[in-house]
Protein backbone atom coordinates (compact mmCIF):
# COMPACT_ATOMS: atom_id res chain seq x y z
CA UNK A 1 0.00 0.00 0.00
CA UNK A 2 0.98 3.56 -0.97
CA UNK A 3 2.84 5.19 2.63
CA UNK A 4 1.06 8.54 1.22
CA UNK A 5 -2.65 6.83 1.37
CA UNK A 6 -1.51 5.13 4.99
CA UNK A 7 -0.30 8.80 6.63
CA UNK A 8 -3.78 10.20 5.38
CA UNK A 9 -5.83 7.42 6.52
CA UNK A 10 -3.80 8.39 9.97
CA UNK A 11 -4.36 11.81 10.20
CA UNK A 12 -8.26 11.37 8.72
CA UNK A 13 -8.72 8.83 11.24
CA UNK A 14 -7.07 10.69 14.46
CA UNK A 15 -9.02 13.96 13.46
CA UNK A 16 -12.26 12.40 13.04
CA UNK A 17 -12.28 10.02 15.80
CA UNK A 18 -9.91 11.81 18.46
CA UNK A 19 -9.76 15.66 17.91
CA UNK A 20 -12.87 17.10 16.46
CA UNK A 21 -14.52 15.83 19.61
CA UNK A 22 -12.24 18.01 21.71
CA UNK A 23 -13.41 20.90 23.45
CA UNK A 24 -10.42 23.14 22.72
CA UNK A 25 -10.57 24.93 19.73
CA UNK A 26 -7.25 25.64 19.83
CA UNK A 27 -6.05 22.22 19.48
CA UNK A 28 -8.97 21.00 16.91
CA UNK A 29 -7.53 24.40 15.33
CA UNK A 30 -3.88 23.90 15.10
CA UNK A 31 -3.96 20.20 13.99
CA UNK A 32 -6.65 21.37 11.51
CA UNK A 33 -4.16 24.10 9.90
CA UNK A 34 -1.57 21.15 9.83
CA UNK A 35 -3.83 19.08 8.18
CA UNK A 36 -6.11 20.81 5.75
CA UNK A 37 -4.74 22.59 2.72
CA UNK A 38 -5.71 25.91 3.85
CA UNK A 39 -7.68 27.07 6.88
CA UNK A 40 -8.24 30.88 6.40
CA UNK A 41 -7.40 33.79 9.35
CA UNK A 42 -10.27 33.43 11.50
CA UNK A 43 -12.10 30.28 10.47
CA UNK A 44 -14.51 28.49 13.29
CA UNK A 45 -14.73 24.68 12.85
CA UNK A 46 -16.90 23.42 15.73
CA UNK A 47 -17.25 19.95 17.26
CA UNK A 48 -17.86 16.85 15.37
CA UNK A 49 -16.80 17.93 11.78
CA UNK A 50 -15.73 15.10 9.61
CA UNK A 51 -12.95 15.61 7.09
CA UNK A 52 -12.01 12.86 3.86
CA UNK A 53 -8.72 13.66 2.77
CA UNK A 54 -8.37 17.26 3.98
CA UNK A 55 -5.13 18.00 1.62
CA UNK A 56 -8.06 19.13 -0.82
CA UNK A 57 -10.10 21.47 1.69
CA UNK A 58 -9.16 24.98 1.20
CA UNK A 59 -10.75 27.23 4.05
CA UNK A 60 -11.24 31.10 3.26
CA UNK A 61 -10.88 33.84 5.79
CA UNK A 62 -13.92 33.71 8.53
CA UNK A 63 -15.92 30.63 7.87
CA UNK A 64 -17.89 29.18 10.05
CA UNK A 65 -18.43 25.31 9.72
CA UNK A 66 -20.94 24.08 12.07
CA UNK A 67 -21.26 21.16 14.10
CA UNK A 68 -21.49 17.78 12.39
CA UNK A 69 -20.43 18.80 9.02
CA UNK A 70 -18.30 15.97 6.72
CA UNK A 71 -16.05 17.97 3.65
CA UNK A 72 -15.33 15.24 1.28
CA UNK A 73 -12.12 16.18 -0.40
CA UNK A 74 -11.07 12.38 -1.45
CA UNK A 75 -10.12 13.04 -5.15
CA UNK A 76 -11.50 16.79 -5.76
CA UNK A 77 -11.35 19.97 -3.87
CA UNK A 78 -13.14 21.77 -1.87
CA UNK A 79 -12.65 25.83 -1.64
CA UNK A 80 -14.36 28.53 -0.05
CA UNK A 81 -14.44 31.72 -0.42
CA UNK A 82 -14.38 34.22 2.62
CA UNK A 83 -17.17 34.59 5.24
CA UNK A 84 -18.76 31.61 4.47
CA UNK A 85 -21.40 30.31 6.73
CA UNK A 86 -21.97 26.38 6.58
CA UNK A 87 -25.04 25.05 8.92
CA UNK A 88 -24.64 21.75 11.17
CA UNK A 89 -24.59 18.88 9.36
CA UNK A 90 -24.13 20.06 6.02
CA UNK A 91 -22.51 17.63 3.81
CA UNK A 92 -20.08 18.87 0.70
CA UNK A 93 -19.50 16.32 -1.24
CA UNK A 94 -16.92 15.60 -4.40
CA UNK A 95 -16.93 12.22 -5.44
CA UNK A 96 -19.75 9.40 -6.43
CA UNK A 97 -20.06 6.98 -8.88
CA UNK A 98 -21.53 6.67 -12.24
CA UNK A 99 -24.78 5.33 -11.92
CA UNK A 100 -24.22 3.91 -15.89
CA UNK A 101 -20.95 2.62 -15.32
CA UNK A 102 -20.73 -1.46 -15.69
CA UNK A 103 -17.82 -1.11 -13.21
CA UNK A 104 -19.41 1.37 -11.07
CA UNK A 105 -16.40 3.90 -11.73
CA UNK A 106 -16.04 6.83 -9.58
CA UNK A 107 -17.32 10.04 -11.10
CA UNK A 108 -16.78 13.54 -9.22
CA UNK A 109 -15.87 16.97 -9.60
CA UNK A 110 -14.73 20.29 -7.12
CA UNK A 111 -17.32 21.94 -5.15
CA UNK A 112 -16.35 26.00 -4.75
CA UNK A 113 -18.49 28.21 -2.36
CA UNK A 114 -18.07 31.88 -3.23
CA UNK A 115 -17.69 34.72 -0.58
CA UNK A 116 -20.42 35.53 1.44
CA UNK A 117 -22.60 32.20 0.93
CA UNK A 118 -24.81 30.88 3.31
CA UNK A 119 -25.34 27.28 3.57
CA UNK A 120 -28.15 26.26 5.67
CA UNK A 121 -29.02 23.17 8.38
CA UNK A 122 -28.56 19.76 6.55
CA UNK A 123 -27.95 20.72 3.12
CA UNK A 124 -25.93 18.21 0.73
CA UNK A 125 -24.09 19.54 -2.01
CA UNK A 126 -23.16 17.33 -4.50
CA UNK A 127 -19.87 16.84 -6.94
CA UNK A 128 -19.24 19.47 -9.28
CA UNK A 129 -21.37 22.13 -7.95
CA UNK A 130 -20.22 25.90 -7.67
CA UNK A 131 -22.38 28.22 -5.24
CA UNK A 132 -22.17 31.85 -6.27
CA UNK A 133 -20.97 34.37 -4.05
CA UNK A 134 -23.59 35.71 -1.61
CA UNK A 135 -25.93 32.39 -2.61
CA UNK A 136 -28.11 31.21 0.04
CA UNK A 137 -28.93 27.19 0.26
CA UNK A 138 -31.74 26.45 2.45
CA UNK A 139 -32.19 23.80 5.29
CA UNK A 140 -32.39 20.24 3.85
CA UNK A 141 -31.68 20.92 0.61
CA UNK A 142 -29.61 19.17 -2.25
CA UNK A 143 -28.03 21.24 -4.44
CA UNK A 144 -27.15 19.13 -7.84
CA UNK A 145 -26.49 21.49 -10.11
CA UNK A 146 -23.91 25.08 -9.82
CA UNK A 147 -25.78 27.96 -8.04
CA UNK A 148 -26.15 31.61 -9.17
CA UNK A 149 -24.36 34.08 -7.24
CA UNK A 150 -27.23 35.89 -4.93
CA UNK A 151 -29.57 33.08 -5.66
CA UNK A 152 -31.52 31.58 -2.90
CA UNK A 153 -32.65 28.08 -3.48
CA UNK A 154 -34.36 25.48 -1.73
CA UNK A 155 -35.83 21.49 -1.86
CA UNK A 156 -34.51 18.38 -3.76
CA UNK A 157 -33.27 19.06 -6.03
CA UNK A 158 -32.59 22.42 -5.31
CA UNK A 159 -34.24 25.31 -7.27
CA UNK A 160 -34.16 28.95 -7.18
CA UNK A 161 -36.74 30.58 -4.85
CA UNK A 162 -35.54 34.33 -5.02
CA UNK A 163 -32.88 36.23 -4.60
CA UNK A 164 -30.65 38.12 -1.94
CA UNK A 165 -29.43 41.86 -1.55
CA UNK A 166 -25.93 42.28 -3.48
CA UNK A 167 -25.29 44.72 -0.45
CA UNK A 168 -23.65 42.55 1.87
CA UNK A 169 -21.07 44.00 4.31
CA UNK A 170 -20.80 41.32 7.28
CA UNK A 171 -17.65 39.45 8.26
CA UNK A 172 -18.35 36.76 10.29
CA UNK A 173 -16.96 35.94 13.61
CA UNK A 174 -18.80 33.39 15.58
CA UNK A 175 -16.25 31.85 18.41
CA UNK A 176 -19.34 29.99 20.39
CA UNK A 177 -17.92 28.62 23.62
CA UNK A 178 -17.62 24.35 23.71
CA UNK A 179 -18.29 24.18 20.10
Known sequence: MNPKIIVGSILSYSYNQIISSLPSRKIRTAYLKAYLAQVGTGTAIQMGCKFLNGRKVYLGDRNV?????????????IQTGSDVSIGPEASI?????NPQSPDFADQGGDVIIGDRAWIAYRVIILPGVNIGEGAVVGAGSVVSRSVS??????GNPAKVIGERS?????????FPWLL
Not at 149 to 154: C, E, M
Not at 166 to 174: E, G, I, K
Request: charged share 10%; proline share 3%; glycine share 10%.
Open 149 to 154: PYSIVA
Open 93 to 97: LTLGH
Open 166 to 174: HNLTYQLNY
Open 65 to 77: INFGCLLDGRHYK
